[in-house]
């Protein structure tokens, strides 16, 4: 029995729809990364260079920068004639700083170049992998003709499992409509996209490690009310079952063998994400403490993104106590027959 049906479907594409957005691909072998920054143009200039080192084809590698119209430090680099020294292309994008980071990774890509292979690499990485876009393009240029795959990228001071760095194929952008969900002001982007490349069962890890710069602060900015941002990401489970449903409709077909296995080899990662134990309010705070950068009650930017995630609640409500009840009684419909067959 599938967790989802056509209405399912039908439901959340049309609200994705609203902002549902796809780019041409004009080289499926060109990589463009999508970089963010803020204040630091010390470390943006080390982003670049070891890109720059560790690149076996520097024409087909587009390093695009997202810097804030505010951002004296970083428009003054940018407007020098710095990138002339390196051999991969570096693109500028200078916009009004938004809402969130995710919203604005979006915004930055569907202004990027229209590379074949995206991949997200924030302004305090160090690439150490030499012939990184090559180890990449030979990943999608070998896997499945469809291209719908996302690349793990480790931190190589973390634990391998952990999905922090990452690079997805154009095909697959283009059919969720945006390069990453743009809801949460911190955290959690990096952790919807894990989750449905495993319900979809097509991440691969790229064996490529980065490694974060020493110099740059060790914590969370934007980070208030990680209680409200942890729950409201555990009720867009909904959201991701269809987005991962919605893929493997366009892999395998729907009505066939393949779409009904994959559907069964999805419902079993939803029980392991559903069974999983939740952090209380008290471990929630200790980690908020821990790890924010902010002293200060919540700027105008953070209370927009709340807002409007509470908003979306509201609107989804429905769908999520639907789907959440659906998935109640297949557990307890499979612990039935589990009993019986004993």
Not at 1 to 11: E, N
Not at 153 to 161: L, M
Not at 303 to 325: C, V, Y
């Given at each position: 029995?599938?967790?989802?049906?056509?209405?399912?479907?039908?439901?959340f594409r049309g609200i994705q729809s609203q902002d549902s957005f796809a780019k041409p691909i004009d080289d499926p072998d060109l990589i463009t990364i999508l970089c963010p920054t803020r204040g630091r143009p010390d470390q943006l200039r080390k982003v670049a260079a070891s890109l720059d080192d560790m690149s076996n084809e520097k024409s087909l590698v587009d390093l695009c920068v997202m810097v804030d119209d505010?951002?004296?430090?970083t428009l003054t680099l940018v407007n020098s004639d710095w990138t002339k020294q390196f051999g991969i292309q570096i693109s500028i994008y200078v916009s009004k700083r938004p809402t969130t980071l995710a919203e604005g990774l979006n915004d930055l890509w569907k202004n990027s170049s229209n590379g074949g292979i995206y991949a997200h690499f924030t302004d305090d990485y160090t690439m150490l992998t030499p012939g990184w876009d090559s180890r990449l393009r030979y990943i999608y240029d070998n896997g499945p003709d469809d291209r719908l795959?996302?690349?793990?990228?480790?931190?190589?001071?973390?634990?391998?499992?952990?999905?922090?760095?990452?690079?997805?194929?154009?095909?697959?952008?283009?059919?969720?409509g945006r390069f990453v969900p743009g809801y949460f002001p911190f955290w959690?982007?990096?952790?919807?996209?894990?989750?449905?490349?495993?319900?979809?069962?097509?991440?691969?890890?790229?064996?490529?490690?980065?490694?974060?710069?020493?110099?740059?602060?060790?914590?969370?900015?934007n980070m208030w009310n990680l209680h409200f941002w942890f729950r409201y990401y555990q009720y867009l489970l909904c959201e991701r079952t269809v987005e991962a449903q919605y893929l493997l409709a366009i892999i395998h077909g729907i009505d066939t063998d393949s779409y009904r296995q994959a559907l069964s080899k999805m419902e079993q990662v939803l029980e392991e994400i559903d069974g999983k134990e939740p952090f209380t309010i008290d471990q929630l705070r200790r980690m908020e403490n821990f790890n924010t950068l902010e002293k200060n009650p919540?700027?105008?930017?953070?209370?927009?993104?709340?807002?409007?995630?509470?908003?979306?609640?509201?609107?989804?409500?429905?769908?999520?106590?639907?789907?959440?009840?659906?998935r109640a009684l297949i557990y307890k419909n499979k612990a039935f027959q589990q009993v019986a067959s004993e």
């Open positions: 029995m599938a967790f989802l049906d056509q209405k399912d479907i039908t439901v505010d951002d004296e430090a795959m996302v690349s793990k990228i480790r931190d190589a001071t973390r634990n391998p499992e952990e999905f922090v760095l990452w690079a997805k194929s154009a095909e697959w952008i283009n059919a969720v959690f982007t990096d952790a919807w996209i894990d989750e449905v490349a495993k319900l979809v069962g097509r991440m691969v890890d790229s064996g490529i490690s980065m490694l974060p710069m020493e110099e740059v602060d060790i914590g969370t900015h919540p700027h105008e930017r953070y209370l927009r993104a709340e807002k409007a995630a509470r908003e979306r609640l509201i609107e989804l409500a429905p769908e999520i106590k639907r789907q959440a009840a659906k």
